[in-house]
T-cell receptor, first 115, second 112 residues
Framework: NAGVTQTPKFRILKIGQSMTLQCTQD?????MYWYRQDPGMGLKLIYY???????DKGEVPNGYNVSRSTTEDFPLRLELAAPSQTSVYFC??????????????FGPGTRLTVT | EDKVVQSPLSLVVHEGDTVTLNCSYE??????LLWYKQEKKAPTFLFML????IEKKSGRLSSILDKKELFSILNITATQTGDSAIYLC????????????FGTGTKLQVIP
C-alpha cells in the first residue's frame, strides 16, 4: 500500500515555464488536497477535491489549476511560473466523512524553485 | 477568519525532559483537531481529537482537547533526539470539504 505518492521530488523552473505536479493515492479516498508550505508559514490550501470530477479553490489558488478525472489522481498545474511559487508542495488525501475519519495523509512533497 | 495559533514557536530541551506544546483556535463549526509531526518531509498523523477531556495516548505522547477554552495540548515525556521535529496543529471544520486550517507549528529540538 503506497499511500500518497508525488512526483517529481524536486524541480527547478525558469520564470514563465509551466509544469504539472503529479499526485496519486491508492487508499480510495474521496477527498484530496494540494497545499504549499513556505518556510515558517505553515500549510496553505491551494485547491481541493471532494471526488472525481469535482474541484474547488482553496486559500491561494492564483497561478494554479487542477483536475480530478479519477479517484486516484489529482494533478496540479502551474502555468507561467513565478518566483513567488517557489515552495514545497504537498498533496494529501482523506477518507472524508466516511467513518468519521478526517485525518489527512500526506505525500512526500515536491520542492519547487522558480528562478 | 479561522485561526489556529501554536506556542511556543520553537524550543530546545535536553533528552529526558518533558515538553508541552500548545494550540489554540478560533473556528466556526469545529469538527476535530489534529496533531501532526513533521520531520524533514511530509507531516505524519499523530492524533485526532473530537471530544473534550478525553486524553489520547501513544507511547510517550499524549494530547487532550478543551472545547470550552478552545485549545489543545500535546505532551511529550522523556524526550529523545528522535522527537526533534515541527509539530503541527490543525483544525477541521464540519461540512463541505471539511476545511482544514493549520497552525504554523512548534519547532522542537531535543539535544543529547
Amino acid at each position: 500500500n503506497a499511500g500518497v505518492t508525488q512526483t517529481p521530488k524536486f524541480r527547478i523552473l525558469k520564470i514563465g515555464q509551466s509544469m504539472t505536479l503529479q499526485c496519486t493515492q491508492d487508499m480510495n479516498h474521496n477527498y484530496m488536497y494540494w497545499y504549499r508550505q513556505d518556510p515558517g508559514m505553515g500549510l496553505k490550501l491551494i485547491y481541493y477535491s471532494v471526488g472525481a470530477g469535482i474541484t474547488d479553490k482553496g486559500e491561494v489558488p492564483n497561478g494554479y489549476n487542477v483536475s480530478r478525472s479519477t479517484t486516484e489522481d489529482f494533478p496540479l498545474r502551474l502555468e507561467l511560473a513565478a518566483p513567488s511559487q517557489t515552495s514545497v508542495y504537498f498533496c494529501a488525501s482523506s477518507p472524508g466523512e466516511r467513518g468519521g475519519k478526517n485525518e489527512q495523509y500526506f505525500g512526500p512533497g515536491t520542492r519547487l524553485t522558480v528562478t | 477568519e479561522d485561526k489556529v495559533v501554536q506556542s511556543p514557536l520553537s524550543l530546545v530541551v535536553h533528552e529526558g525532559d518533558t515538553v508541552t506544546l500548545n494550540c489554540s483556535y478560533e473556528v466556526t463549526n469545529f469538527r476535530s483537531l489534529l496533531w501532526y509531526k513533521q520531520e524533514k518531509k511530509a507531516p505524519t498523523f499523530l492524533f485526532m481529537l473530537t471530544s473534550s477531556g478525553i486524553e489520547k495516548k501513544s507511547g510517550r505522547l499524549s494530547s487532550i482537547l478543551d472545547k470550552k477554552e478552545l485549545f489543545s495540548i500535546l505532551n511529550i515525556t522523556a524526550t529523545q533526539t528522535g522527537d526533534s521535529a515541527i509539530y503541527l496543529c490543525a483544525v477541521v471544520k464540519s461540512g463541505g470539504y471539511q476545511k482544514v486550517t493549520f497552525g504554523t507549528g512548534t519547532k522542537l529540538q531535543v539535544i543529547p
